[in-house]
C-alpha cells in the first residue's frame, strides 16, 4: 500500500481534501474507502445514473456515508453549477479524482452516443474548467481507458506508440477527456496525469461486466454467454492494484499518460477455466455473437508508470477472481 507521496504543489501546514468524482461507482467507492481507510478527507461527487441500479451505488457508499470524514456532493458535472465544489472544498489543498463518467464499451452505439459525451466529455470539460482555478489543486487524476489504442495488433500498448484508434464510440469520448486534460495542463499548467486502466475486476465490479456476469450466472445455475468463442484476451487489472496505482502516480502531474494494467492477459475461456476451477464446477457455455466496438486483445506496456512510480500490479487473475466471487456470493446469500 502507498502512503500520500510528497505531492508538488502541497503546502505544508494546509489541510488537504480529496475530491473523488464517481464516488459511488465501482472504482471510486473502492477508491473512496481506501483513502477514508488512510484518514483522509473525502468529498465524493456523484449523480447516481441509472445505467444500473442507484441503489447498488447508495450501498457501495454505505462504510463512507458513516464516516464524518465523508461529505458526499449529489450533484450532475455535465449541468448543474460547480459552485458546491468550491464551497465545499475552501481554502485547503486539493486532489482530484476524476473517475465519473458512462463507462461500458457496447453499449456506446446509437441515441446513447449523446449519454457519453455528455458524460465523458461536457462534463470533463466543465471539472476541468472548475479545476484551473481551484486555489490549492496538487494533482488532477482522469480515469482514462484501454479502450482508446482501439483494435492494434501491436502489443503490448505502450503510451508513446501509434496513434491512438478507438474502436468504439466510448473509446472515442474517453480519448476526448484524456486530450482535454491535457490540453487543460498544457494552456493553464494544470497538475494532471492520465491513467488509462485495462478491464478492472473484483468486489463492485459493474454488473455489465464479463465477470460479474459470468459469476452471477454460474451461482445461478445459468448459463455463462462468451461473446465470439472467447479467445479474445483481456489485461485483467484487479481494483486493488488500480487503486494503488492511482495514490502512486497522483504524484506525477506533467500532463502524462500512463497505462495501468493487470498484468493477467489471458482469453475469456481460460479465465472460465479458472472460475470452475475455483466454484468447482463448470457452468455451461454459450456462445453469443460478436459485439461490436469490442477489440480482440488488450495487453499493457506497465513500463513507463513502474519508472515514473515504482508500482506494479500484485494480484494474480485466481486471487483477483476469487475475492469477487465471495463478494458476489455474498450479495447472493443476503
Ligand atoms: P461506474 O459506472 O461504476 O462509476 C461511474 C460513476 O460516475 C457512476 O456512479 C455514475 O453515477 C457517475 N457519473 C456518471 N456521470 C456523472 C455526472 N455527469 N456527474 C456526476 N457523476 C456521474 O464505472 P467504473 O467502472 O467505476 O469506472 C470508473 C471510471 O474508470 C470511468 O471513468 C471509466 O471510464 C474508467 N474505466 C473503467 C474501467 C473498468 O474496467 N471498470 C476500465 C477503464 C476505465
Ligand atoms: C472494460 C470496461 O467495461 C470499460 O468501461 C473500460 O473502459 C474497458 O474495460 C477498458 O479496459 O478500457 P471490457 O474490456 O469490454 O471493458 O470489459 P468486460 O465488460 O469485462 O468484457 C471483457 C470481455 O468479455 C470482452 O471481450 C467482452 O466481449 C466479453 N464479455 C463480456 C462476454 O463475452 N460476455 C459478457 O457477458 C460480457
Not at 441515441?111 to 470533463?124: G, Q
Request: charged letters at 20%.
Amino acid at each position: 500500500m502507498f502512503s500520500l507521496p510528497g505531492l508538488p504543489g502541497f503546502r505544508k501546514g494546509v489541510l488537504l481534501v480529496h475530491l473523488v468524482t464517481g464516488a459511488a461507482g465501482f472504482i471510486g467507492s473502492s477508491l473512496t474507502d481506501r483513502l477514508l481507510a488512510e484518514g483522509e478527507r473525502v468529498i465524493g461527487v456523484d449523480c447516481f445514473r441509472d445505467y444500473y441500479s442507484p441503489s447498488v451505488k447508495r450501498a457501495n457508499l454505505s462504510g463512507a456515508l458513516g464516516n464524518a470524514s465523508f461529505t458526499l456532493l449529489e450533484l450532475d458535472l455535465s449541468t448543474d453549477s460547480l459552485s458546491r465544489l468550491s464551497d465545499s472544498v475552501g481554502r485547503e489543498d486539493l486532489v482530484v479524482y476524476h473517475l465519473a463518467a458512462q463507462a461500458g464499451v457496447r453499449r456506446s452505439w446509437g441515441e446513447s452516443f449523446e449519454v457519453y459525451t455528455r458524460d465523458n466529455v461536457t462534463a470533463t470539460q466543465r471539472l476541468l474548467e472548475w479545476a484551473r482555478s481551484a486555489e490549492g489543486l496538487s494533482s488532477f487524476v482522469y480515469a482514462s481507458s484501454s479502450s482508446v489504442y482501439g483494435n492494434t495488433a501491436e502489443l503490448p500498448m505502450r503510451e508513446d506508440a501509434s496513434v491512438p484508434r478507438p474502436f468504439s464510440p466510448y473509446g472515442v469520448t474517453k480519448l476526448a477527456g484524456e486530450s482535454l486534460v491535457r490540453l487543460y495542463s498544457g494552456n493553464y499548467g494544470l497538475p494532471s496525469v492520465s491513467l488509462r486502466f485495462f478491464t478492472v475486476y473484483g468486489p463492485r465490479q459493474r454488473p455489465d461486466m464479463a465477470f460479474h456476469r459470468f459469476i452471477s450466472a454460474a451461482l445461478g445455475g445459468d448459463p455463462i454467454e462468451i461473446y465470439g468463442n472467447g479467445s479474445q484476451t483481456r489485461d485483467f487489472t484487479y481494483v486493488d492494484d488500480v487503486i494503488d496505482a492511482v495514490l502512486a502516480a497522483r504524484a506525477v502531474t506533467g500532463g502524462e499518460v500512463l497505462n495501468v494494467g493487470g498484468g493477467n492477459r489471458v482469453s475469456l475461456s481460460e479465465a472460465v477455466g479458472v472460475l470452475a476451477d475455483l466454484m468447482g464446477s463448470r457452468a455451461e457455455v454459450r456462445q453469443m455473437p460478436v459485439q461490436k466496438g469490442d477489440v480482440r486483445d488488450t495487453l499493457a506496456s506497465t513500463e513507463l508508470i513502474e519508472r515514473a512510480t515504482g508500482w506494479k500490479p500484485s494480484t494474480d487473475l485466481r486471487k483477483g477472481l476469487a475475492a469477487e466471487l465471495d463478494w458476489l456470493s455474498g450479495a447472493s446469500e443476503a
